[in-house]
């Protein structure tokens, strides 16, 4: 690697799912590549940024699939220690966390730094003690999460860290050109509204209660709403040949909302046309696998919806304001920041009924729509431009390192 004031980084993401956490790790690697961070990038060879990050000379070591207390394990991080000369760790989850201090416990100049972007329960065991101890900064993009670090985890307020994720907004400009092109795609029509949900397809994501939400709507508005599920179920490994193993909990909801896609998404009955318009179509909830260039359906909702059980801070949820796309939120974890200040719709969790709602109102209210569409775009603007996050992320390193 040449020669930097940036420390030599390695970058731990051993995840094999395919969602909005790993093509954020993925773009954040290339923005720090673009800066001149020195770095190799960690992963499993089935993952599907090894593509992406080639594709821009990011150097990549793989690290096969395993517990992340083993020993081989263990030993491939230190090969890659050593020939790459790595001054500073970052890992992106809990396992590769716990694997990366593991594998330095005993080594006095050891730097590392954990992003965590998930939701986390109490761990202050002495195991996780010894752990976090090692931690040079945890940081998470949520001033309400931190604060929940410091009840559920053994660290120090110092240890902390907030640094929001970074976003590109012209992306989001440049989708709404597109925004006519998917709406035909999905047979709407100028009058119907479009409520779009981006998440994994787990229960814990709420995707049972969207579809119910999508069902009520359909009995009291007779079509007026096309509910769009995008996303893919939680994956928890792959095969020798690379295929997905799912969680039996997240298949189980996939295959209850392809029922509700193929059979239930369709109206009972139709609808009688009115005098003078145009019935709308017997469609009301459709299915789609991940999108890696999602930007154009967000451009194109009229609606977004949040419905997790548990959520830590969504990315999604930031898209959907640089989109201008008016959002409802369940009011759980880092949610409530985001939406805060009027820039949302905070509802209680697992209620489909509240989700509908919230529809129904927010139809009623072209103002309330607006001032939530222009407080949100200007927050988001404000919190999550990469010309503010990438700064942060590039002092955090020299200090660290």
Request: with cysteine; glycine share 6%; net charge positive.
């Amino acid at each position: 690697m040449p020669h930097s004031p940036l420390p030599r980084t390695a970058h731990v993401i051993s995840s094999v799912s395919e969602g909005g956490l790993e093509l954020y790790v993925g773009e954040l690697i290339l923005k720090l590549q673009a800066a001149g961070v020195p770095q190799v990038v960690v992963c499993d060879p089935r993952s599907f940024l090894v593509a992406r990050l080639e594709q821009h000379g990011v150097a990549i070591e793989f690290l096969k699939p395993g517990s992340r207390y083993s020993l081989r394990r263990i030993l491939r991080l230190r090969q890659i220690a050593k020939t790459y000369q790595i001054e500073l760790w970052h890992s992106h989850q809990r396992d590769d966390m716990v694997l990366v201090s593991l594998a330095f416990f005993f080594r006095k100049k050891f730097r590392h730094i954990f992003s965590l972007y998930m939701g986390f329960a109490h761990k202050k065991d002495l195991l996780h003690r010894l752990l976090y101890r090692r931690l040079d900064k945890l940081v998470t993009s949520s001033e309400i999460m931190n604060a929940q670090a410091l009840e559920k985890l053994p660290v120090r307020r110092d240890q902390l860290l907030l640094i929001r994720y970074g976003r590109n907004e012209q992306l989001f400009r440049l989708a709404g050109k597109k925004r006519r092109a998917v709406r035909k795609s999905l047979g709407l029509l100028p009058q119907q509204r479009l409520v779009l949900s981006l998440c994994r397809i787990d229960p814990m994501k709420g995707v049972r209660e969207f579809a119910e939400a999508a069902r009520i709507c359909q009995r009291k508005s007779g079509g007026r709403f096309l509910f769009l599920q995008i996303g893919e179920r939680t994956i928890v490994g792959k095969t020798a040949d690379g295929s997905p193993i799912y969680a039996p909990e997240a298949e189980a909801c996939y295959r209850e909302l392809v029922a509700l896609a193929r059979h239930g998404g369709m109206g009972a009955t139709p609808f009688a046309k009115r005098k003078g318009r145009k019935a709308f179509p017997n469609s009301f909830f459709k299915l789609l696998p991940f999108q890696k260039d999602y930007a154009p359906y967000l451009a194109a909702a009229d609606y977004f919806v949040l419905a997790s059980h548990d959520e830590m801070y969504s990315l999604s949820v930031v898209d959907a304001m640089l989109a201008k796309c008016p959002v409802i939120g369940t009011a759980t974890g880092g949610t409530n920041e985001q939406l805060s200040g009027d820039r949302g719709l905070l509802v209680e969790s697992k209620n489909a009924q509240a989700i509908a709602e919230a529809l129904f109102g927010l139809e009623k209210n072209a103002k309330q729509r607006q001032k939530m569409v222009k407080l949100a775009n200007l927050w988001a603007l404000a919190e999550h431009s990469w010309k503010k996050v990438l700064p942060q992320w590039l002092e955090l390193y020299r200090s660290a390192g």
